[in-house]
């Protein structure tokens, strides 16, 4: 029943109120106001109270179901439908059939919270109200949003039924939970402001729901009819405190729920959803709210208990709804509201009231100017690559932090870490492990039982723990189960190793974990989609930073508004090509270049990758590892990179030894190798030679003088195992003579200095590779190892991988038949690098297209990387440096540089800071300051034979960097 008795301030509020703008009323009102009068007045009765109606329909019903709704369109002028499961091209035919029979336009409804995938198939699923509830930047929801939106709007959907603004304080509520933005009004209403917004700014009309607020029941209306058993003071200061916001912000549409609100209705057992008090009263009259009014859907039990035959959609309009959704009984409703009529219980003004208000809002959504739905290209429109990019941003900016003890997320210094990941819950964790694994290695442990599972974890010095929930629905379960609870418990106790828990659901999962003891971080990430575990690794380990707040309380530990912020550790992560200003579409061309590279035997198989501002982007594998292999190439799979070997290898640890004072740019060739104080190189310098201008040989063929007549390994040096004497492995069953060491370094002393010209040269990198370990006592491959490749990452990076990786992951270089004479695989394809026992200062490192691109983002970072400074930004200005450009030479000193003239190592379309290498291989890869492009390519196009040159002639590799600077947008 109505209460008139209103308070004084309730009617100064009310008459405050009343003057808000009408949601309707667009622009030109005027062209608005005409046809909404024309189209009521060409109308009778009967199809004006036909108006009131939106009945559902779903395109994966039987013929004889949809045909129904034609009947309804036809017969009884129905207002409009509200679509509900199925696909989008079916439903988008059904509309233009039903917009075709209807004599006025049809506003086309849909739930669609989360997306076009809440009912259909073929569409996208953005987060949950819940996921958008933890991001402080309203600014993302906006866009969420708006692309949700584009999509309703594409496929001939005037209305969505969203946001959902409960305000969801009960925990157990079955029926809102992850579809609500949280509990905390004021972020409640600012993510349904900004949600709403961007809908309506795609043109689609906004619904708050469900008012006065289903957020604090656990009581699904669709099955009983929820009590809401609050006082009034506490209704308006939290249930509909969001609703005023939306309203005071131009929401088109508001949606009643069934709930039993005794504060607000005095009638026992009456559903707002049919009260007029509640309606009319306070949202209409005290809240000043001039857009549509729906009912919610009028088949639920929460309502159908309170009217048959059409007595309960005669009521939900008295009571001030304009629109009745879901009518059990049209024909039988629609004959009872003409009684009324007839009788005078409904007035010609309040028909005119609603049905002129269904039509400014038919207005408002195009309908005046209506055009059938283009099925043409309809799903590529639907699934697009923006609707990731929206996702992804919304992700990122979700993920919470609620504890980091020891600040150990993102996780630093690597070289100490040996990281298990235990897997809890019934859904797929695949990205997850999948993308821990690019930054560290992480080993995938199971048990049979605790006993089992703690012996195996003591091996481990960090437990990563996630838990992991079926994200098909925001009513799923979500729940750790009781063993999963006390083996968090028993694996928290162990503090031989930190604990990160992730749980992949609804905070609420945290609920029911009695200690946090022992857990010394914990993130919430909200939902188990594909993006939200890759996004949630990439913050573990600090490639982006942790900026989301609890939207609930998620246990007594973690209030809402719960959050610990991390920062950016500066690690690559990876992401979209828009999201750093590249155009998907024009990468595209780099797959046709690699494909024509294979099509024409240039390499049987290759990596690509491309990073732009800190983010990897494009990361490929082409191809196979050989012609005849039935595997294909993999991100995962491990290339000889030849002489990329200088600059990621030795260069390293020259620069490092450079600001420690123990080599310098000017030292000679004697200072370094005393021996060499009487031959005609001891005068070559540092900088000259890694500058490739010291007049060095570009190369010695060590291996030839150790051939036999037959040109095959003389017994002379070489023995088939390893004995005394004999202990440089240089491939299987060929073991080279120890003495040799020395005769390589003797007999670079013996060379004649060449012109003063550029000369490409590997011989500087073994007068390197010598002092190096000379000086420091300790191999060249274990020092890269612990200074760089470890505290890096680089886990798949190796000199000798065959000592780390399973022959199958190694790609091989080349089918030998003048010097070892067998498949070259996993052992350096550089027989002066194999000759020194796969070490060399110029050749013998391994890596993937991944690793490769860390040690070149820290480079590109000025020595900065995953929060450990390497070297020093002086020291890269340094060393990344032309000195000799006026004689014709464009090297660094060690890095390559873009030509001085036409030709050169790169597409010419890159800046002069920039820098990298190529190797003999067929390797390249290149790192601009200017534009943040680190580019690897990889391949093995030496194989089955060195002499296939057509990778260098063609000049692939250059052209696949021109495609990525045309790929630029901005």
């Keep these: 029943m109505r209460i008139f008795n209103v308070l004084p301030f309730m009617l100064l509020t009310a008459f405050c109120l009343n003057a808000q703008k009408n949601p309707l009323v667009v622009d030109d009102s005027i062209a608005q106001r005409k046809w909404v009068e024309t189209k009521y007045n060409s109308m009778s009765l009967n199809e004006r109270l036909g108006q009131l109606f939106m009945v559902s329909v779903a395109s994966d019903q039987p013929k004889a179901a949809t045909d129904r709704i034609t009947s309804l369109i036809r017969d009884e002028h129905i207002g409009g439908v509200i679509f509900s499961t199925g696909g989008p091209v079916r439903q988008a035919r059904l509309t233009n059939d039903y917009q075709k029979q209807s004599k006025t336009p049809l506003l086309v409804g849909m739930d669609a919270e989360w997306g076009l995938a809440m009912r259909l198939d073929s569409t996208y699923a953005f987060p949950w109200n819940m996921t958008l509830g933890a991001i402080q930047d309203d600014k993302v929801v906006e866009k969420v949003g708006r692309q949700i939106g584009k999509h309703a709007k594409r496929l001939g959907v005037h209305i969505n039924f969203a946001p959902d603004i409960d305000i969801n304080i009960n925990p157990k509520n079955p029926i809102i939970g992850n579809r609500s933005f949280g509990e905390d009004r004021e972020n409640v209403s600012r993510k349904g402001v900004a949600f709403m917004k961007g809908m309506e700014s795609a043109g689609v009309l906004s619904s708050g729901k469900h008012f006065p607020g289903h957020g604090d029941t656990a009581t699904d209306s669709h099955h009983a009819l929820p009590v809401i058993n609050f ?168 993920i919470t932090v609620v504890k980091n003890d020891f600040y150990l997320m993102g996780i630093k210094r690597l070289e100490n870490k040996k990281i298990a990941y235990v897997k809890f819950g019934d859904a797929h964790s695949g990205p997850f492990i999948k993308e821990l694994n690019k930054y560290a290695k992480v080993t995938q442990v199971n048990g049979k039982d605790i006993a089992t599972l703690k012996g195996r974890l003591k091996d481990f010095n960090l437990v990563i723990v996630g838990h992991h929930k079926s994200n098909e629905s925001p009513w799923k379960g979500y729940k750790f189960t009781k063993t999963e609870l006390t083996w968090l418990s028993e694996i928290a106790k162990e503090r031989g190793s930190n604990l990160i828990l992730t749980t992949f659901t609804k905070p609420y999962s945290l609920l029911d974990i009695p200690s946090f003891k022992g857990i010394d971080g914990v993130v919430v990430a909200y939902q188990n989609s594909k993006l939200a575990q890759e996004k949630t690794a990439q913050l573990i380990f600090g490639a982006i930073p942790g900026k989301g707040v609890l939207p609930v309380t998620a246990n007594t530990d973690f209030p809402v508004n719960t959050t610990v912020q991390l920062k950016s550790l500066a690690r690559l992560g990876y992401s979209l090509p828009e999201r750093v200003g590249m155009s998907s579409s024009k990468l595209a061309r780099i797959d046709e270049l690699v494909q024509n590279g294979l099509d024409s035997m240039m390499y049987p198989g290759a990596q690509v990758l491309i990073a732009r501002k800190g983010k990897v982007i494009y990361n490929k594998g082409f191809g196979r590892p050989t012609y005849k292999s039935k595997e294909k190439v993999t991100p995962e799979h491990i290339y000889d990179l030849a002489s990329i070997t200088k600059i990621l290898g030795t260069l390293p640890i020259v620069m490092n030894m450079e600001e420690e004072g123990e080599i310098a740019l000017d030292d000679t060739f004697e200072e370094l190798v005393p021996e060499y104080s009487d031959t005609e190189i001891k005068d070559v310098t540092v900088l000259k030679a890694l500058s490739h201008y010291g007049r060095l040989p570009s190369w010695i063929a060590f291996y030839v003088s150790t051939l036999d007549e037959k040109r095959k390994p003389s017994t002379e040096f070489y023995r088939r195992q390893p004995l005394d004497g004999f202990s440089i492995k240089v491939t299987d069953n060929l073991y ?110 391994f890596s993937n297209a991944n690793d490769v691109a860390k040690i070149m983002q820290m480079y590109l970072q000025n020595g900065t990387y995953g929060g450990t400074k390497f070297l020093d930004s002086r020291t890269i200005q340094k060393f990344n440096k032309c000195y000799f450009c006026d004689k014709k030479v464009r090297r660094g000193v060690g890095f390559d540089k873009p030509q001085l003239g036409d030709s050169g190592p790169t597409c010419g379309c890159v800046s002069r800071k920039s820098f990298g290498h190529s190797g003999f291989t067929g390797t390249y890869t290149w790192a601009d300051p200017e534009e943040e492009i680190v580019y690897v390519f990889l391949s093995n196009r030496t194989y089955p034979s060195a002499s296939n040159t057509l990778l260098v002639k063609t000049g692939l590799r250059t052209r696949i960097q021109k495609a990525i600077y045309e790929s630029i947008v901005n």
């Design 231 to 398: 006082s009034r003071k506490r209704l308006d200061s939290v249930e509909m405190y969001p609703y005023q916001k939306l309203i005071d912000s131009g929401l088109s549409s508001v949606m009643v729920a069934h709930l039993e609100v005794p504060a607000l209705e005095l009638k026992k057992g009456l559903p707002s959803s049919l009260s007029e008090q509640i309606i009319t009263g306070i949202l209409k009259e005290e809240m000043g709210f001039k857009g549509l009014v729906f009912t919610d859907a009028l088949n639920m039990k929460g309502v159908t208990d309170h009217g048959k035959n059409g007595d309960a959609e005669v009521n939900a309009f008295l009571a001030g709804n304009d629109m009745l959704l879901m009518p059990t009984v049209v024909e039988q409703a629609k004959k009872k509201l003409t009684k009324a009529y007839e009788k005078g219980k409904i007035t010609e003004e309040r028909l005119a009231e609603s049905v002129k208000k269904i039509l400014m809002a038919k207005y408002k959504a195009g309908l005046h100017n209506f055009k059938p739905i283009d099925l043409n290209h309809l799903y590529e429109d639907l699934n697009t690559i923006e609707n990731d990019l929206v996702y992804e941003e919304a992700i990122e900016n979700a």
């Design 736 to 845: 080279l003579t120890d003495a040799y060491k020395d005769s390589i370094y003797n007999r670079i002393g013996r060379q004649d200095l060449k012109s003063n010209r550029y000369r490409y040269s590997d011989v500087a990198y073994y007068v390197m590779k010598k002092y190096i370990e000379d000086t420091k006592k300790r191999r060249l491959d274990q020092l890269a190892n612990d200074f760089l490749y470890q505290p890096i990452g680089a886990t798949r990076t190796s000199y000798n991988p065959l000592e780390k990786f399973p022959k199958n992951q190694i790609v091989p270089s080349e089918e030998d038949n003048y010097y070892r004479y067998q498949t070259v695989q996993g052992f350096v394809h550089d027989m002066g690098a194999a000759m020194q026992g796969g070490v060399g200062g110029h050749a013998g490192l």
